[in-house]
């Protein structure tokens, strides 16, 4: 098991804002095996709470040792998905807790994403979600779009970030319903405060568009695809200085 990691950026100008941590499984047999197949077999299995430790504990790691070798402007944060099970836990605050002061990561410097279906399951949820803010981490809700909350449901939750899904930004530049719906999102997150990352950015031309909407951030495979920790190393120490644009990650590196 290893932990892969996918650049977010700043738009328009693409410098890199942070990391977002995945999770990766290389099979001697079957080679990288998805996480949609693992993680439900270790929340079945039990064995949730141990991988989202270990995730968190060498996301946060990696992030320190990257600010020692390049400085507090690059990167600034590291984004951790938490699974179903682990947002049902009572203790998942005071693991977070653990890990950050293992590592000695400020907590501002963590971002934890939950989708939008488990950030709407209720009361027992919402005490979760505030009891991870009050920590002083930012909260994301990943995958903006295909769950059940709406626009409207926003303001309930006790959110930081909006991701807006691949599935919006893969047609945004023929479909304009998907444009309007984009804009919106972008549009009613700002009022409440929340700032915007969209996913699945893969043409300069979606950048750009992303970018006359109003969204704050961007990740997708124009800017690279999930690195190991090795190649990412490699690929910041590339850019030289922290107002250098990113560049597109060579395959070779990946």
């Keep these: 098991m290893s932990v892969g990691r996918l650049p977010i950026v700043e ?24 996480p949609i197949e693992f993680i439900e077999i270790a929340e079945e299995c039990g064995l949730i709470g141990a991988l989202g430790e270990f995730v968190l504990n060498s996301a946060c790691r990696q992030l320190m040792a990257w600010q020692r070798q390049f400085g507090s402007g690059m990167p600034r944060m590291i984004s951790v998905n938490l699974s ?5 836990d009572a203790d ?13 990561m400020p907590a501002a410097s963590l971002q934890l994403e939950v989708t939008e279906s488990m ?13 991870l803010k009050a920590l ?21 939750l ?18 304009l319903h998907k444009r309007v719906l984009i804009e919106a999102t ?3 997150a700002r009022s409440l405060g929340m700032s915007t990352t969209a996913e699945g950015v893969e043409t300069d031309g979606q950048a750009a ?13 124009l800017w690279s695809r999930p690195m190991t920790a090795r190649a990412a190393t490699q690929w910041l120490a590339a850019q030289s200085e922290a107002s250098q644009p990113v560049e597109a990650v060579p395959a070779a590196v990946r």
Aim: glycine residues 10%; hydrophobic residues 40%.
């Design 11 to 34: 738009l328009p100008d693409a410098r890199v804002a942070g990391f977002e941590a995945l999770v990766r499984w290389q099979h001697p047999e079957r080679g990288v095996v998805s």
């Design 84 to 88: 179903r099970a682990q947002l049902n």
């Design 92 to 104: 998942i605050a005071r693991q977070v807790e653990r890990v950050l002061h293992a590592t000695r």
């Design 119 to 131: 950030a709407a399951q209720g009361d027992d949820i919402r005490t979760r979600l505030l009891e």
């Design 136 to 156: 002083g981490i930012a909260l994301a809700l990943d995958d903006f779009g295909t769950g059940y909350s709406s626009l409207a449901c926003l303001g309930q």
């Design 158 to 175: 006790p959110i930081d970030v909006v991701k807006i899904d691949r599935s919006f930004v893969a047609d945004a530049e023929t479909n």
């Design 186 to 188: 972008v549009r009613v």
């Design 209 to 221: 568009l992303l970018t006359t909407l109003g969204c704050d951030k961007g990740q997708g495979y």
